[in-house]
């Protein structure tokens, strides 16, 4: 039977690379540079196109958030650097579309968790994920397409 972690925390990062950077250069990067092993940052990945990507399952804990990882899902999409390497939301409108149901689906699960950005974290010292979390989600309109 899977422990049940007390999730505290919906976490949005963003990669902080380029937005054409692949999945497997940043398992590597966390691998090779960063001395994870095979523990990922996140619980999440959203590629440029919105496919979410599951990276690990919510039973364990990623390396997304230094002092936090314990009760935090963590999730991000790919990129948040620009190409000179400044924090830049450049999140593509499928991206974007892609982690607010994320979200949705993530706090319909934990609705005692808080959605945070990486920097509204006290101890980080980061732009992550490169823009206001609480306030893209106040203003975000979904488009529903065609629907009717």
Known sequence: ????????????????TP???????IKRFWKEKRGWGDVPGYHYI????????KLLDES???YGVYHHNSNCISLAYIGGID?????????????????????VS??????KAEVLGHRDFP?????????DVK???KNYEPDLGNAA
């Not at 039977?1 to 505290?8: A, G, W, Y």
């Not at 937005?19 to 497997?24: A, F, G, K, L």
């Not at 000179?84 to 979200?103: V, Y």
Request: hydrophobic share 35%; charged share 25%; glycine share 2%.
């Open 1 to 16: 039977m899977k422990t049940l972690r007390d999730i505290k925390f919906i976490v949005v990062h963003c990669t902080a």
């Open 19 to 25: 937005p054409n950077s692949t999945i497997e250069s």
């Open 83 to 103: 190409k000179e390497g400044k924090p830049q939301d450049n999140r593509s409108d499928a991206q974007k579309h892609a982690m607010f149901n994320l979200i």
């Open 106 to 111: 993530l706090t319909e699960k934990y609705p």
């Open 60 to 62: 364990k804990n990623s």
């Open 46 to 53: 959203i590629e440029r196109n919105g496919n979410v990507i």
């Open 135 to 137: 306030t893209w989600l």
């Open 123 to 131: 101890d980080a010292k980061k732009a992550c994920p490169c823009f």
